[in-house]
């Protein structure tokens, strides 16, 4: 049973269900963002394209895996000797085009120039350069991530693993990563984050940490 309470003061959705609003502006979603005030939930985008704001709530399920799938990109980053700046939750906005709110999002090749920043103003400041869906709920907006120019994005759905890459404004389907060439990640993650969910976080990551090969 799906309960959606929109009002001056409160925005609420039962976990395990998405409302898409049609014909919406920028003022419309800016609007339930204040409505929504400090809290994290429902998650909120907006698309200028489609005209569109979606709501979405998650499962516990759903945040399992996103917790268990960024961790696995951690343990890949020290493996690589790379620093990062991870953000889960942040709101991500690029006025009267669209705004989002990625499960997770890591900041690399672009770190340095966000370390401090209480907010990310995608106007003067750099997109991540990795975005992480976790598709449970609903169907990750591809279109609005276009409109930010994330230059990588990953969407889990149905235990595979789906990698988009920047191309000319564009995404295209990857079979690897520009961020780990030297890992098979559509091959090796989907495995850790299942077993991740049927046997435990620790369990998994554990595992994947003593893993001698990547590939």
């Known amino acids: 049973m799906m309960l959606l309470t929109v009002s001056e003061n409160e ?43 979606r709501l979405m709530s998650p499962l516990p399920s759903h945040g399992n895996r996103v917790n268990t799938l960024t961790d696995l990109v951690k343990i890949l980053l020290r493996r690589q000797g790379k620093d990062w700046q991870c953000f889960d939750p942040i709101t991500l906005k690029l006025p009267n085009q669209a705004g989002l709110e990625p499960d997770t999002c890591f900041y690399i090749e672009n770190r340095q120039a966000i370390l401090g920043k209480d907010k990310i103003d995608l106007t003067v400041d750099p997109p991540p350069d990795l975005a992480i869906e976790v598709d449970f709920t609903s169907i990750t907006d591809v279109g609005a991530y276009e409109l930010l120019k994330i230059p990588e994005l990953w969407i889990y759905r149905e235990e595979s693993l789906n990698i988009y890459l920047l191309q000319e404004n564009s995404y295209q389907n990857s079979e690897e990563s520009r961020l780990f060439l030297d890992t098979n990640i559509k091959k090796i993650l989907p495995y850790y984050i299942e077993l991740g969910w049927n046997q435990g976080s620790s369990i998994s990551l554990r595992k994947f940490e003593n893993l001698d090969n990547f590939s």
């Not at 419309?28 to 907006?46: A, E, H, I, N, S």
Request: include cysteine.
């Open 11 to 53: 925005l609420m959705l039962t976990p395990g269900n998405d409302v898409i609003f049609p014909h919406q502006t920028w003022e419309d979603y800016q609007r339930l963002l204040d409505v929504r005030q400090d809290k994290t939930l429902p998650k909120l985008c907006f698309n200028s394209q489609t005209q569109q704001i």
